[in-house]
């Protein structure tokens, strides 16, 4: 139900809004074709990299940029290797001031993140593998961790 803010008018509450999603870069690659595409002795070895990077563009809207790296395979026998920063612009309306960083650092990727995920699993399954599912990331932990770190070097 909507307040009255005194003159008639009704409060909104707290909104986040994506105005727009986007992948910016995209990298597969499948370095040992067509060899790396036969039956595995063993299960390889898989590295993902997370990285969440925004900046304001307006006074309520940021983009927001979720940068996933990963592999398969070491050395010589990568089976593949991916890179792809996918992003979205997100419109925080009446947020406090205060809260803003923590909803662009978490609930934005957030957002973002199963569509990351398939646009990843999709490339894998079109470069010859098995698709790969990511499994779900705590943005929360991510924010945190990073908050801690920031902390001890200042």
Known sequence: MA???GNGAAAQGPALNALVQYT???????????????PQENAPNISIQVNVNARQLAENDFE???MLEGSAGEGA???FKFELDY??????????ED???PVV??????????????IVADAVRNGGFPPLYIDPIDFHALYQQRMT????QA
């Open 3 to 5: 307040e009255s803010n």
């Open 24 to 38: 910016k870069d995209l990298s597969f690659e499948n370095p040992n074709a067509p060899q790396s595409l036969g």
């Open 64 to 66: 927001v940029g979720l």
């Open 77 to 79: 026998n990568t089976l």
């Open 87 to 96: 992003a979205g612009v997100f419109r925080l309306t009446n947020i406090p």
């Open 99 to 101: 809260q803003k960083h």
């Open 105 to 118: 650092m978490i609930e934005c990727p957030r957002l973002l993140f199963p569509f990351a995920r398939q």
């Open 149 to 152: 770190e920031t902390a001890a």
